[in-house]
């Protein structure tokens, strides 16, 4: 156990709870829809270099949750700080570059850019990105490089027999695979996954999971939305649900699965289905 | 009929100066519309501007060699206008903007408001005597048989040509760099590429600014080529010409722009030539008469362009597998 992870385990069960070493603080962020609340989070904490799952029954606001942070979307009203930087009012692709990166519930594979080209895209080094250093800069080192990492990554993802394919031609679980691999390859402080097993065989998201788990002990922090309680079982060390926009509750796995209101909100939840 | 007269004009436009600017311009297109993904209906304006720019700096005593540079940087100034408040929004509102931006300039420099700088209506004439001044060629004929061209037509010829292997160049470079990677993953899929930590407007904009200068430069080859810009020779259909030449030639190619302008130019003369010989010699009897030639040959164009996207939508140049992708 890593000492992050250790110093979790005095960390009150309650939402909006502090942590010891936050890397990732929310505060009073709201996002409405016309009179649809999607974000209303009063304070939340991410442990760094820990696995947070964040749960939660269908529209409780995790992806919207995500688009804010991550500057896809903006709130009415709010503050979050990555590592002590406020990120407000910050675009999506500098949130990226200060070293946030997320991921999407539909996948955004780059259909007719190959697999490896996918893998290259994501690189933050390559001077051949801007328009002069692609006309005057020495940028095919670079990409030797960045090849040889981009290789290693597909490899651990089971992907690199495809590198040369176009990513449209992939099934939606390698796709979403890409996605995640394509992300860590930006070299994020912390990598926000939507829904990253959705579609992917059980073989392949027990590897996953094995390589989420390696990333966290190298010192990422993970973020990720999962449906699947036992995946949410197996590899968090945190698990924050939200309900209907707002946290309701926060802790260790195993306390959470057994909070009344947690599971209230998912059996409220499939009631809003019937009805 | 003389199919071998028509068969020479045909050739003569494929391989003269309306190819080569058609080329030149189609060039710039792809990079917006190929690479990028850029909807730029408005192509038209970045000739106007640059062909304006040049005639109308000799018209108010510069040189032609101060002109052509203030049309480039003309139409560099036309992308950023367009470009800052439309490429932030989605792809349609470029599309809308452009194709506006582009009757918007073309009227005002008609208008007799406008009259005083631009000549409205009347244009501007023989304000590229410098560039024929520097013609090395000596007098007479070049080419072959009756394919020939004037010693000043061949030196145009020849300019523009040069300027189709510059552009080209210039794209092989940025586009097999990781400069291009970006704008293509931009095409794909702009949020993607922005959770990548790439400045999506950044790209975007210089993607149709440099797309734009070749539009402009372009403009700049025709309008030295006729010593002649009216506003109402920038209709539209100008842009229309080059999206055809895209799509002929493949979106997203290298060669697409310069085979697709050198088979439009062909076919499009081609059919003008038969119809005029078909007409003359009364194959439609009264059905057809001369003054249809014009409509009809537009109305061949859009079925061949309409069969160009039914049984080959990837143009010469593109890749069947790559068209079948699925981008969901
Ligand atoms: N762009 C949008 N416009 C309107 N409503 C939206 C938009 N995005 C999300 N919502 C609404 O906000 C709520 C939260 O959605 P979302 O964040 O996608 O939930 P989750 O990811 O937890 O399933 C839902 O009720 C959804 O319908
Ligand atoms: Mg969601």
Redesign the interface.
């Known amino acids: 156990m890593t000492p992050e992870q250790n110093s979790l385990l005095r960390v009150p069960h309650e939402p909006g709870t502090p942590k010891p070493d936050p890397l990732l603080v929310v505060s009073g962020l709201m996002r409405s829809f016309g009179g649809l609340v999607a974000v209303d989070v009063d304070h939340l904490e991410i442990q760094r270099g820990t696995i947070t799952s964040l749960i939660g029954p269908n529209g409780a606001g995790k992806t919207t949750l995500f688009n804010l942070l ?1 500057g ?1 979307d903006k709130p009415q009203h709010g503050e979050w700080h990555l590592d002590g930087g406020r990120l407000v009012g910050i ?4 949130v ?2 200060k070293g946030m ?4 519930q539909l996948t ?6 190959t697999v490896m ?2 893998m ?3 690189a ?1 080094d ?1 001077v ?4 002069w ?3 005057l800069g020495h ?1 095919r080192s670079i ?1 030797a490089k960045n090849t040889a990492t981009a290789t290693a990554a597909l490899e651990r993802f089971g992907l690199a027999h495809m590198a040369d394919e ?1 990513a ?2 992939l099934s939606g679980g390698q796709r979403k695979l890409l ?1 995640m691999a ?2 860590l390859l ?1 070299e994020p402080d912390v990598v926000m996954l939507d829904e990253p097993t959705a579609g992917v065989n059980p073989a392949l998201t027990q590897s996953l999971l094995e390589h989420i788990k390696a990333l966290r002990d190298d010192g990422l922090t993970v973020v990720f939305i999962e449906h699947d309680m036992d995946v949410v079982q197996e590899i968090s060390d945190w698990v924050v649900c939200m309900a209907q926009g707002r946290v309701i509750a926060e802790g260790p796995p195993g306390v959470v699965a057994r909070n009344p209101e947690v599971i209230d909100a998912y059996l409220g939840a499939q009631h809003g289905r019937v009805d | 009929m003389d199919w071998f007269k028509i068969l020479i004009d045909a050739g003569r436009a494929a391989a003269g100066v309306p190819a080569a600017a058609y080329a030149l311009s189609s060039i710039g297109l792809n990079l917006q519309f190929g690479y990028t993904g850029l909807l730029n209906f408005g192509h038209v304006a970045f000739m106007l501007v640059g062909a304006y720019g040049a005639a109308l700096t000799v018209e108010f005593g510069g040189s032609l060699w101060l002109g052509i540079p203030i049309g480039i940087l003309a139409s560099l100034v036309l992308g950023i206008l367009l470009g800052i408040p439309t490429l932030r929004l989605r792809a349609d509102y470029l599309a809308i903007v452009t194709i506006a931006a582009g009757e918007i300039i073309r009227l005002v420099v008609r208008s007799s408001w406008a009259d005083p700088l631009t000549n409205s209506v009347f244009g501007v004439q023989t304000f590229a005597n410098e560039f024929y001044a520097l013609n090395p060629l000596p007098e007479g004929l070049y080419g072959i048989g009756t394919f020939r061209f004037d010693e000043q037509r061949f030196w145009v010829i020849l300019v523009a040509w040069a300027l189709v292997a510059l552009a080209t160049l210039l794209i092989w470079r940025l586009t097999t760099s990781p400069w291009g990677r970006v704008v293509r993953a931009i095409r794909e899929d702009e949020d993607a590429a922005r959770s990548l930590g790439k400045n999506v407007f950044g790209y975007k904009l210089q993607s149709l600014m440099i797309g734009g200068a070749m539009g402009a430069m372009a403009g700049i080859v025709l309008a030295v080529d006729q010593q002649n810009v009216t506003p109402d020779s920038y209709q539209p259909l100008l842009t229309f010409y080059a999206f055809a030449i895209v799509i002929l030639g493949g979106a997203g190619t290298l060669w697409g722009p310069i085979i697709g302008s050198v088979i439009f130019w062909f076919l499009f003369e081609g059919m003008a030539g038969f119809m005029t010989g078909a007409v003359a010699e009364g194959w439609f009897g009264s059905a057809i008469e001369s003054v249809d030639i014009g409509p009809i040959r537009f109305v061949l164009l859009g079925i061949g362009l309409m069969w160009l996207m039914a049984f080959r939508p990837q143009g010469i140049f593109g890749s069947r597998e790559e068209m079948l992708v699925d981008d969901s």
């Open positions: 991550t896809f675009p999506a692709f500098r990226a570059r990166v997320r991921t999407f955004k594979s780059l259909a007719r850019l080209e996918n290259l895209v994501a933050q390559q051949g990105e801007s328009f250093g692609s006309l940028w990409e176009y449209g031609s996605e394509r992300a930006v």
